[in-house]
């Protein structure tokens, strides 16, 4: 529909889908298009030298400061403040360029910087931080070099090295890794089935059939390690999913409820009013 929020996928004609820009020189010649709820079909690393704003991401605010380094989820709804200050770079890539094999997949989908299990990462800058800077430098030079047989892997690499110091720097800023084991490996299976299904697929039981696990093994891996039940984590997708599309889109309440699964527009808002204690429209008109 047309008046869904605005999807962008990376553009074409590169050689490569990864790129590293002047936020500057973006915001200034996109800015109709960046101060708009948008979802980019990519990734963003959003390195601030100086800055002053309140960046939007899926609702949540986050400050941009002087030397921070924010994290932007695939597919996450995005909205610049259009009258912040954002100078520095910006480092974008999908899937296709990071994912060379499983193992790529597994670290980028459950990292520390983009896994919703742990939000939005963001990490502040200290001096001490100077490896980050040299890999980043590094990989701004390869960037910029003319493309030969060797670039891409290089180029892999050195983003590889700077997403895994930036882990190390934002476990050093007290955010704690989840611990692997087997409630991580069912809350992980169980995050990605819910994602594929959450608009027609509500029951705890069925996804926990579809993983070949009891309700119990699946309510002990989310409590355990997100102090939520399994039906708690389905109603903040499905509720996440309503508040990008009422405030991001105008689609009707009515479009809305059928997109999210619902037979009857009156369920859907009575549900929508159970968990926040505002009607769809109530909601929409806030924001």
């Known amino acids: ?21 002047d936020l500057s020189s973006v ?18 690393i959003l390195w601030i030298k100086q800055g002053s704003a309140t960046h939007y991401i899926d609702f949540k605010p986050i400050s941009i400061e002087d030397d921070c380094i924010i994290f932007v989820p695939h597919n996450s709804v995005n909205l610049y403040d259009g009258d912040g200050i954002y100078k520095g770079k910006s480092i974008i890539f999908t899937d296709g360029f990071f994912c060379k094999n499983e193992q790529d997949i597994q670290f980028l989908h ?35 070099r003319s493309v030969d ?12 090295v700077f997403l895994l110091q930036a882990e190390r720097e934002i ?17 992980m299976l169980y995050k990605d089935l819910l994602e594929q299904n959450f608009r027609k697929e509500r029951s705890v039981n ?3 059939t579809e993983l070949s696990i009891s309700e119990k093994q699946l309510y002990k891996a989310t409590t355990t390690l997100l102090g939520k039940t399994p039906k708690q984590i389905i109603d903040e997708r499905v509720l996440l999913e309503a508040k990008r599309l009422l405030v991001h889109s105008h ?19 009575k549900y929508f009013k159970k968990h926040t204690h505002k009607t ?3 909601f929409r008109e806030q924001y």
């Open 1 to 21: 529909m047309s008046n869904d929020i605005k999807k962008y996928p990376f553009k074409n004609g590169l050689p490569l889908e990864f790129e590293i820009i």
């Open 27 to 44: 915001l200034n010649t996109k800015k109709e298009v960046m101060v708009v709820p948008h979802r980019p079909q990519f990734y963003h």
């Open 110 to 144: 459950s990292s520390m910087l983009y896994s919703d299990l742990y939000g939005i990462a963001k990490i502040k800058l200290h001096d001490t931080a100077s490896g980050i800077r040299d890999t980043f430098k590094a990989m701004e030079a390869e960037y910029q």
């Open 149 to 160: 047989s060797r670039h891409y892997n290089i180029l892999h690499n050195l983003l590889h």
């Open 171 to 187: 476990q050093k800023q007290g955010v704690e890794e989840l611990q692997p084991g087997v409630n991580l490996d069912y809350l």
């Open 206 to 208: 069925k996804y926990a």
């Open 251 to 269: 689609q009707s309440i009515k479009e809305i409820a059928y997109k999210l699964g619902y037979d009857e527009p009156t369920n859907f808002i």
């Open 280 to 282: 769809p429209s109530e």
